[in-house]
């Protein structure tokens, strides 16, 4: 499934817009809750994304990899420090989420490029 990270990110956002339109309560409570969580708190942002990173490599979620790479990147996470979380990952995942470290890398040079 692994597509370019500048291509997911188009294609995720059209995707919200579109499922918005039939199921707006869902989106909105979501996002709600999302961005409750997702805020400073006792855990400054850069410190739950890059959780939330470890979590996606760990789960196999490519589009979490993905999110979560870009958030602890835009909330001022350093590379080494995204391919750390991501190791973490990979500790609670074992092999299956070891195989999910090229595209965490693979994202962050897309991000690095923009």
């Known amino acids: 499934m692994t597509t370019e990270p500048r291509e ?3 294609d995720y956002k059209k995707g919200l817009r579109a499922i918005k339109e039939e ?3 869902t989106i909105e409570g979501f996002n709600h809750f999302y961005g409750k969580v997702m805020s400073e708190g006792a855990l400054s942002l850069k410190v739950k994304e ?3 990173l470890a979590v996606g490599v760990a789960m196999h ?5 993905m999110i979560h790479a870009r958030g602890a990147k835009k909330s001022g996470a350093s590379r080494e420090e995204i391919l750390e979380a991501a190791s973490v990952g990979v500790v609670m995942g074992g092999g299956p989420a070891f195989t999910f470290l090229p595209l965490v890398q693979k994202t962050l040079d897309s991000l690095e490029k923009e």
């Open 23 to 25: 199921a707006a309560s």
């Open 61 to 65: 979620c490519e589009n979490c990899i």
């Open 50 to 52: 890059l959780i939330a």
């Open 8 to 10: 997911f990110f188009e």
